[in-house]
């Protein structure tokens, strides 16, 4: 393997700059090695492994760029048709809990306007 395709890889230009400079630390020989490509145009191997290096350690922004939507909150009721009584909770999974049911059953029959065990009806709301 030629050096030139070695340095085409980040893990090969980092071995490489290391050998030239013998310490890992290359990103403080920063203008000792852009002195000496602008000094030597020719040498092909040591320019291509400092842009494969310099493209390396760029740090890069993971994520969208465009601002976030804030979360919306939603407080969770259930009303006893039969008592009248009105349960609350912050998510479906703790008003399933108080109910006994589980959080997909709150969640289907709130969106389907059923009564969950016949008897509470389910309300999500948002909360101020």
């Known amino acids: 393997m030629n050096k030139l395709s070695l340095v085409k890889t980040f893990g090969g230009a980092v071995t490489y700059l290391s050998d030239e400079y013998e310490d890992f630390n290359t990103s403080s020989h920063r203008k000792e090695?852009?002195?000496r490509i602008n000094d030597d145009p020719s040498d092909?191997?040591?320019r291509t492994a400092w842009e494969t290096f310099s493209k390396g350690t760029h740090k890069h922004y993971k994520g969208s760029r465009l601002p976030r939507k804030p979360r919306i909150v939603y407080i969770w009721q259930a009303i006893d048709v039969e008592t009248g009584e009105n349960y609350e909770a912050?998510?479906?999974f703790k008003l399933a809990r108080k109910l006994g049911v589980t959080e997909s059953v709150i969640v289907n029959n709130r969106r389907d306007n059923r009564m969950v065990n016949s008897r509470y009806k389910i309300i999500r709301k948002k909360a101020q």
Do not use: E, P, Q, R
Request: charged fraction near 10%; proline fraction near 0%; aromatic fraction near 12%.
């Open 90 to 92: 912050i998510s479906a």
């Open 44 to 46: 092909v191997v040591f």
């Open 33 to 35: 090695i852009l002195k």
